[in-house]
């Protein structure tokens, strides 16, 4: 039987914590750990190949097909938020999945350190990468990792979203002192439809469910960025929301604050 890909919604706002491990480095609450664990559990070993066949131009059903749609659309809004020519910048793809979005930096020139938790995807996305002839460091583990060493700008297409808020805002602060210039990130919008939607997905058994989706309105994600004194240096210039069919996020751009108040969606 084909896997599901259906997410569960969480409800549960997650403890409050500072985000650091006794090293000051890694955001490592109880909540963060075992979500962490459980989307390393899911995506190598129940959804691997259903993500396979949705990042490529396989034949999929009428819903996965918006979501293959939306999932390109983000994609392509990411990008425009980046220079043409990126050579000499270092990036990080936190969450590369089966990497395709690390290909499209790299052939943009940058230099791409591309991680996930699914060893079976980063294996994909290395041979697809190697396909492409375009040269990245794809790395199976943390994106927290301090190990990775610093960027000038991170991009986490779709891999927070199943975080709690207070855990996304410290895996942000985490990340932000290896970062010179940007943060891309999505969340997905907290909105009632929304949950009726994603709702659905609690009528399939447990172990057919994608690990808990967490909606975050706008609002919540600005209050808890100007609530952290980790990010006190980064400003939230630019967002745009992606609707396709089953697929729904918003994309937000950080920017250090020494590189003013440009909103990147009019560049």
């Not at 910048?89 to 395709?100: E, H, K, P, Q, S």
């Not at 079976?120 to 041979?127: I, K, N, P, Y």
């Not at 210039?237 to 009019?266: C, D, K, Q, W």
Request: aromatic share 6%.
């Amino acid at each position: 039987m084909a896997t599901r890909i259906t997410p569960e919604v969480s409800t549960n706002p997650g403890p409050s914590f500072d985000g650091t491990s006794p090293g000051g480095s890694h955001a490592t609450s109880v909540s963060y750990l075992e979500r962490r664990a459980w989307i390393g559990e899911y995506f190598d070993r129940t959804a691997s190949a259903a993500w396979k066949t949705l990042t490529s131009d396989a034949p999929v059903s009428r819903i996965r097909a918006t979501v293959r749609a939306g999932r390109d659309q983000m994609r392509e809004t990411l990008l425009r938020w980046m220079a043409p020519d990126l050579r000499g910048v270092r990036i990080l793809d936190a969450g590369c999945g089966t990497g395709t979005l690390a290909i499209d930096l790299a052939k943009r020139g940058a230099e791409v350190v591309a991680i996930d938790l699914s060893p079976t995807l980063v294996d994909h996305a290395r041979e697809r990468a190697e396909a492409e002839g375009v040269e990245i460091d794809f790395r199976s583990g943390d994106m927290l990792d301090p190990a990775l060493g610093e960027f000038d700008h991170v991009v986490a297409m779709d891999s927070l979203i199943h975080y709690d808020l207070p855990d996304l805002v410290a895996a942000l602060g985490a990340l932000a002192p290896r970062v010179r210039e940007k943060m891309l990130i999505t969340v997905v919008p907290g909105t009632p439809m929304l949950v009726a939607m994603r709702a659905i997905g609690r009528l399939f058994p447990k172990s057919d469910r994608a690990p808990a989706i967490v909606p975050v309105s706008e609002r919540a994600f600005r209050m808890a960025l100007l609530g952290s004194p980790k990010l006190d240096t980064w400003g939230m210039v630019g967002t745009r929301l992606v609707e396709r069919g089953f697929y729904r996020s918003m994309a937000i751009a950080l920017h250090h604050s020494s590189l003013g108040t440009t909103n990147p969606s009019r560049r």
